[in-house]
């Protein structure tokens, strides 16, 4: 980062928030109603105050408040030089799980550093859901993986959303296609270790995960083709098992 425009008395925070609009230095603009509400409510800053925001074209900017009325005033003070995104973009493939597992796996999933988060039906799904509460779960979603990228300082918010079935699902776009299955006679499953040292910089990667009851034998059947991984020697939690591996990959890349 250059060096600070900031004196004494002022405030700088840890705090990011993102925005659609593109930023310039030394252009003031307003921010959204809902960061409005958290700067004035939560984080109670006033004039000279920074923070960081992240714009539409993923640029981060120190900047600071410049006014703090009925609307929040922002001036872009400097650009922010980081790299806070894994090398690999990691597309979660993941049925609904029960209560709030979902929740706490897309969290705890951002926080790692997951591009994308595509949810499938499983045929052992226990979560079932009509059109009318699925837009209302995206949108609870869509606030959760927002915070949580505010909180790990991200460049980038996840996009989440339905998929077809995994028997229907179109993979030919991405570099590799991890199946998170132990493997089976005909479809014998590599170590995640052995599988990572062949991935690259840049590569697009789907990887799957199953519900809390397994895949089915159709489902299984339907990713043969796919690289069959094992996730350790220890039989992992729906919900945990995301984080194993997206771990497992910041390890090997960061």
């Not at 597309?91 to 951002?110: H, N, R, S």
């Not at 079932?128 to 949580?148: F, G, P, Q, T, V």
């Not at 043969?224 to 995301?242: D, K, M, V």
């Amino acid at each position: 980062m250059a060096g600070s425009a900031f004196w004494p008395g002022k405030r700088e925070t840890m705090q990011r928030y993102f925005t659609d609009e593109k930023l310039s230095i030394g252009e003031i603009f307003t921010a959204s109603a809902d960061d409005t509400h958290h700067m004035k409510n939560v984080m109670r800053f006033r004039p000279g105050d920074a923070f960081h925001m992240v714009d539409g074209s993923r640029h981060t900017f120190l900047c600071e408040i410049t006014s703090a009325g009925e609307t929040v005033e922002c001036r872009p003070l400097e650009l922010v030089e980081e790299s806070p995104e894994l090398p690999v973009d990691i597309i979660v493939y993941c049925p609904l799980l029960k209560g709030e597992k979902f929740d706490w796996m897309i969290q705890k999933a951002t926080e790692l550093g997951a591009h994308t988060f595509s949810i499938y039906n499983a045929d052992r799904s226990i979560v079932k859901l009509d059109e009318k509460k699925r837009r209302k779960r995206i949108e609870r979603y869509m606030k959760i993986i927002r915070e949580a990228s505010e909180q790990s300082r991200r460049q980038h918010i996840p996009e989440i959303g339905f998929v077809p079935a995994v028997k229907e699902l179109s993979l030919d776009a991405f570099d590799h296609v991890l199946f998170a299955y132990e493997g089976n006679a005909s479809n014998p499953a590599a170590s995640l270790h052995e599988t990572l040292q062949a991935l690259s910089a840049g590569d697009r990667i789907a990887f799957i995960f199953g519900p809390e009851g397994g895949f089915s034998e159709a489902e299984t059947e339907a990713l043969s083709g796919q690289n069959s991984i094992r996730l350790g020697p220890r039989i992992l939690r729906a919900e945990t098992a995301p984080l194993y591996a997206l771990s497992a990959i910041s390890a090997t890349f960061e």
